[in-house]
């Protein structure tokens, strides 16, 4: 049974870095077969997709352009887990963010959520 | 981007009767080497994350009832609850995993008439 744990800051001030850490269980983060998102969720914007990493004989980033240029994801593989660094963050950037298992052949897979707060 | 367009926005049903949610993407989701739509329903509750119903457009999730049902191929999906009960209400969103940027529809909220 694939689980996903969070943890990371809930309160950040305006321009600081949000720094999340997602630790797998039951699954690889290299695994060839599954892709690990970051989410988040807010009653502006709804469920909106940050960032994907995935491993196929290389290391794969995606992100949204929404984002671009201030977010990095990065795997672990050592400790298997992955993680989130969204800078200069703004008010705007106040969610709930999840971490995700999202791919084709692997049912997807949520975290309990983190709530972020920005603000002065 | 693909876009997802649920509706309607929300859904008042009584008590044993159908309830039904469709979601629409701008482009086929269709993946014809492994004839898969790559959709998934989710259930959310206050203060929970989303919780899996449906992926695949069709294969429900090991433990969720079977009066929830998933059909669709293309573009056009349906979420089905064929007898609503208390613990349903809820909103409901449909997702694409096709291609980057995933997206989700706008969610459906269901509530008991």
């Known amino acids: 049974q694939v689980q996903l744990q969070q943890s990371g800051p809930g309160l950040l001030r305006p321009s600081q870095t949000l720094s999340l850490t997602c630790v797998i269980s039951g699954d690889s983060v290299s695994s060839n077969s599954a892709a690990w998102s970051w989410i988040r969720q807010s009653p502006s914007r709804g469920l909106e997709w940050l960032a994907r990493?995935?491993?196929?004989?290389?290391?794969?980033?995606d992100y949204a352009v929404s984002v671009r240029g201030r977010i990095t994801i990065s795997p672990d593989t050592s400790k298997n887990q992955f993680s989130l660094q969204l800078n200069s963050v703004t008010p705007e950037d106040t969610a709930v963010y999840y971490c995700a298992r999202i791919s084709f052949n692997t049912t997807p897979v949520w975290g309990q959520g983190t709530m972020v707060s920005v603000s002065s | 981007d693909i876009v997802m367009t649920q509706s309607p926005d929300s859904l008042a049903v009584s008590l044993g009767e159908r309830a039904t949610i469709n979601c629409k993407s701008s482009q086929s989701v269709f993946h014809y080497s492994d004839n898969k739509n790559y959709v998934v329903w989710y259930q959310q509750k206050a203060e929970q994350p989303p919780k899996l119903l449906i992926y695949w457009a069709s294969t429900r999730e090991s433990g969720v009832p079977d009066r929830f049902s998933g059909s669709g191929s293309g573009t056009d999906f349906t979420l089905t609850i064929s007898s609503l009960q208390a613990e349903d209400v809820a909103v409901y969103y449909c997702?694409?995993?096709?291609?980057?940027?995933?997206?989700f529809g706008g969610g459906t909220k269901v509530e008991i008439k």
């Open positions: 990493t995935y491993y196929r004989s290389k290391w794969n980033y």
């Open positions: 997702q694409q995993h096709y291609s980057t940027p995933l997206t």
